[in-house]
């Protein structure tokens, strides 16, 4: 484990570049049994000088924020990779929590995330009696619209502190955005939801760091993204979730620093063997939306990563070596991070060595 009093934000006059893996963890679910409760839900700060920019707010990520010693108020910009609750379910407290530690001048914390899928998911081929959708009548909202009903729900606690205590709104200091899909990629929901041959496209920029994005494979859900973040010192790249995508691969394009998730599909075999239409439905989700360890170093060797890092990890309770099979396939230097570990990458960036997984 790094040690948690260097991952502060440096001075603006020190732009290395670094990621914090703030939580490890992927999956709608407290992990129980053996290692529990030592990852948390998926959240990533890349920080460059002064700076930070986090991607995802999963399950802890205020807590891990504050223990990394990463404050809110370096924070520019939160970037989510799509709306499953395992990547977003703490981003109101992200918002309402955080808002303490902002000064009235500070600039809006932009959250940039995907828009409207515009479409239900079809139903699952396993179902037996089609189940109804919930909210039908806004059955689908994006990041700008989910941030809105996110506070909308909090409106008791915030009115009491906006008219009684006089603090601000967390409206005022947190700014909710959709990205764009460029027109002409053949994008839909349903019928499309990763295309073929998408060339990465920016979605934010500041003197700091360009991120761009692609289009990503993980039905049902649609879209999802996977980051890039490049600054003048070196670049990282976070797949968010995904199978295996040549998207993917065109974003990475030698990068020094590959975050990818991944899965133990013998697991998910394991732990939904002979069940019903739900456990078979599972399976299918899995194995359809998500990456082996192994189809991560491939997928790495492909884009000519330097460093694969492999996080979001399904189940959270693993031991190491399920995750350290990838390091057999893998040409470069394979990582299995723990919580608050300290990545830094990019030019004169080296990895500790107790954080590598010699192959």
Request: aromatic letters at 6%.
């Amino acid at each position: 484990m790094s040690d948690t009093t260097s991952l502060r934000p440096g001075s603006a006059a020190d732009p290395s570049p670094r990621v914090v893996t703030l939580g490890t963890a992927g999956g709608p679910r407290w992990w129980a049994g053996e290692h529990a409760g030592e990852r948390s839900g998926i959240a990533t700060a890349v920080l460059v000088g002064d700076r930070a920019y986090l991607v995802d707010a999963g399950h802890g990520v205020g807590r891990q924020l504050n223990l990394a010693g990463v404050p809110i108020n370096s924070l520019r910009a939160v970037f989510l990779t799509h709306l499953h609750s395992d990547h977003t379910v703490d981003l109101a407290s992200l918002a309402i929590f955080g808002l303490f530690a902002l000064a009235e001048d500070h600039d809006p914390i932009r959250i940039i995330g995907p828009g409207d899928r515009g479409a239900l998911p079809p139903v699952a081929p396993r179902a037996v009696v089609a189940p109804s959708p919930v909210f039908p009548e806004h059955p689908t909202p994006g990041t700008a619209a989910m941030f809105q009903h996110l506070m909308a729900a909090y409106a008791t606690d915030l009115n009491d502190r906006v008219l009684d205590a006089l603090r601000p709104s967390p409206l005022d200091h947190f700014q909710a955005e959709d990205i764009r899909i460029p027109a002409g990629t053949g994008y839909h929901p349903n019928d499309n939801p990763t295309p073929e041959g998408v060339r990465p496209f920016e979605i934010y920029a500041d003197d700091r760091v360009t991120v761009t994005a692609t289009l990503v494979r993980h039905p049902p859900i649609a879209p999802a993204f996977a980051f890039r973040f490049d600054t003048a010192h070196g670049s990282v790249t976070i797949s968010g979730d995904t199978a295996p995508c040549d998207n993917l691969v065109r974003l990475a394009r030698d990068t020094d620093l590959l975050l990818h998730e991944a899965i133990d599909f013998d697991w998910v075999h394991r732990t939904y063997a002979g069940g019903g239409p739900t456990a078979q439905a599972s399976i299918d989700h899995h194995v359809k939306s998500h990456t082996s360890p192994c189809q991560a170093a491939d997928i790495a060797n492909a884009a000519g990563a330097k460093v694969l890092a492999l996080h979001h990890l399904v189940p959270g309770t693993a031991p190491r070596s399920v995750w350290e099979t990838a390091a057999e396939r893998f040409r470069g230097t394979l990582v299995v991070p723990d919580d608050l570990d300290v990545l830094p990458f990019g030019a004169g960036s080296r990895v500790p060595r107790e954080e590598v997984a010699a192959p």
